[in-house]
T-cell receptor, first 115, second 113 residues
Framework: NAGVTQTPKFQVLKTGQSMTLQCAQD?????MSWYRQDPGMGLRLIHY???????DQGEVPNGYNVSRSTTEDFPLRLLSAAPSQTSVYFC??????????????FGSGTRLTVV | GNSVTQMEGPVTLSEEAFLTINCTYT??????LFWYVQYPGEGLQLLLK?????DKGSNKGFEATYRKETTSFHLEKGSVQVSDSAVYFC????????????FGKGTMLLVSP
């Protein structure tokens, strides 16, 4: 089925460990983004990309790296995990163009716990 | 900057009651407005959208009207069901450039039989 696929669904890390959250979409969307969802905070944008080779920071980028080598994939890297990064992470994609009338397609999320 | 304010929840209703979830926004340009729904343990799904003033978005019995004069996009449903229990997010993106989505904090709806 077409959509946004995130892996893993659950992950427990120790403080200081590194890991990569994977995100892939098969809809040929140019625009991809990562959000984190925390209780009472809604969704906050971490990083986004408007096409292969182009990335930019969102509202809460510290502690996270991204790259976009292909249209399909947009991995999120935690270089040294901290307890403050315990959250649910969502990847989303959309058509990128002038005119913001398009909704985003979201993945099912990765629940990350840092102990 | 851009921001979205939603009424705090949870909103607790009995089945077949009328639902309103308030949403107001501020934007640096001309936005499109969205409602997303998140069912327990799942990602967000687009529920409805409106791209210009006075547009009405509707889906699954839900509707919301883009009111530029009051900068609002309130979500309504005439008769809620238990299956509507979820978290609802209001969001906006600007109608120019590569606009990101700005979300409200979400409103939990609990519907009892």
């Amino acid at each position: 089925n077409a959509g946004v696929t995130q892996t893993p669904k659950f992950q427990v890390l120790k403080t200081g460990q590194s890991m990569t959250l994977q995100c892939a979409q098969d809809m040929n969307h140019e625009y991809m983004s990562w959000y984190r969802q925390d209780p009472g905070m809604g969704l906050r944008l971490i990083h986004y990309s408007v096409g292969a080779g182009i990335t930019d920071q969102g509202e809460v980028p510290n502690g996270y790296n991204v790259s976009r080598s292909t249209t399909e994939d947009f991995p999120l890297r935690l270089l040294s995990a901290a307890p403050s990064q315990t959250s649910v992470y969502f990847c989303a994609s959309s058509y990128a163009r002038t005119g913001g009338g398009y909704g985003y397609t979201f993945g099912s999320g990765t629940r990350l716990t840092v102990v | 900057g851009n921001s979205v304010t939603q009424m705090e929840g949870p909103v607790t209703l009995s089945e077949e009651a009328f639902l309103t979830i308030n949403c107001t926004y501020t934007a640096t340009g001309y936005p499109s407005l969205f409602w997303y729904v998140q069912y327990p343990g799942e990602g967000l799904q687009l529920l409805l959208k409106a791209t210009k003033a006075d547009d009405k978005g509707s889906n699954k019995g839900f509707e919301a009207t883009y009111r530029k004069e009051t900068t609002s996009f309130h979500l309504e449903k005439g008769s809620v069901q238990v299956s509507d229990s979820a978290v609802y997010f209001c969001a906006l993106s600007l109608n120019s450039g590569y606009s990101t989505l700005t979300f409200g904090k979400g409103t939990m709806l609990l519907v009892s039989p």
